[in-house]
């Protein structure tokens, strides 16, 4: 037990280090090419935060931990509203001022009932996985055209046009940490989902449980981490439209990617449990980013609070289902 603990929290502090100097490279070597900073901010750096997430699903996929692989985005997804929203409207309250990000909200709770029509009969087809890359795609394609406006006066714009600037960096160095984060993210997703898988099986707990709490949580950390900086920097647009941006990226390419991998059975609990409460948190998310009738939706601290309160309960639920 001690080596799979072992590996499991080496392989988190590798995961979190390796993307965070992934998106970085990622995102300069962008800005080197001439894309523009709300393109970065839409595309670059909220998918880039999503790649421990498509890692480790895709290498569960492919090892046989389908559990593990849709636990991992689901809960992810839950992970970021409930538990990063919720922290950093606690430091921070979160006002949304982009109409960027608002408009991404919408896609966000489609994609979310997509989501069930994929998996209400219980399995995730090749089909039903190519067909979620493809809207995939299509999302990919109408952000890109969002983020090729020129659309200075927008917020996320400018938040993503300080941050390039407080991180600059030569092209070369940008590729060195491209390639380096790229590595790691490979290595540490291997070491978190061997760890994962034995220590389910060692306390005969399913892969999903696993995949929903521990695996979540530690994918979902360069999440935290972004979200609460950008939050400190007076920077919401930016920490909510990473949040939309990996969520999109969860549901649609971390989940088709590991069904075209390996078309798999889908445990009753997530169609009872988990996605309905990761339609609940995105309908909530929907409506703070367009409350009170003003011109700036707000997430204040008690709705913070809140979502805390939901994390910590779901928590505590999936943990009393597994020692009781």
Sequence with gaps: MALPLLMIVLGLIILVWSADIFVEGAAA???????????IGMVVVGF????????VSALSALQGNPGIALGNAYGSNITNIALILGVTALISPIT??????KKELPILFSVTLLAIGQLHDGHLSRMDA???????IAVMAWMTFQGMKKNSADE????????????????????IWLIAGLIFLVISSRMLVWGAVTIAQDLGVSD????????????????????IAAARKGEHDLAVGNIIGSNLFNTLAVVGLAGVIQPMAIPAEIISRDWPLMAILTLGLFAMGYARNCENGIINRLEGGILLAVYAGYTIYLINSVVS
């Design 48 to 55: 880039g935060t999503s790649a421990p997430e498509l890692s």
């Design 29 to 39: 070597i962008a800005n080197h090419l001439g894309m523009s900073p709300l393109l």
């Design 156 to 175: 996320l714009e400018q938040e993503m046009e300080a941050e390039l600037e407080a991180h600059a960096m030569s092209l070369y160095q940008a590729s």
């Design 130 to 136: 190519v067909m979620e890359l493809v809207v995939f």
């Design 96 to 101: 949304v001022h982009s109409q960027v990000v």
């Design 208 to 227: 999903l449980i696993i995949g929903l709490t521990i695996v979540a949580i530690g994918t979902s950390l360069p999440e935290l981490a972004s979200s």
